[in-house]
């Protein structure tokens, strides 16, 4: 257990510091790397109520962060046409490429490494990485509201 959560802090650091690196190259903070990659997660627009929820900012700071998107091109607001109250948050289309192109080869590479595993394997470390992520959000909320 001691070697999985050294290797565990290793693996997070250096995620961390490659997603640095390519936020800094596509023009972005890295938490609006973040955001940009859980949009495009989304079978469709958001609301930034569920932007919020997505990525565990309060909703004056999922508010400030589309701000930022929006004026760099990166997302469009509109209205919600069940609520006209609401603003939808969609990425646009031409960054959704930018984003691709700048993630073809570290995706490339990641998936060689994966590569080396079987399917029982893979569906373990999708199950880990699953668990991990609903903790790592959790203790994010639990910073947030301290």
Known sequence: MAELMAESQRHYAAYSLFNQAMAEHLGLHPTDLQCVALLDLEPGPVTTGELAALTGLTPSATSRLVDRLEKAGFVVRHTDPGD??????????????????AWEVPGRAFAE??????DDQLQLIADYLRRAADVGREQARRLSDS
């Open 84 to 101: 006209r109250r609401r603003a939808l948050v969609s990425l646009v289309p031409r960054t959704c490429a930018a984003v691709a192109e």
């Open 113 to 118: 490494v994966l590569g080396d595993y079987d």
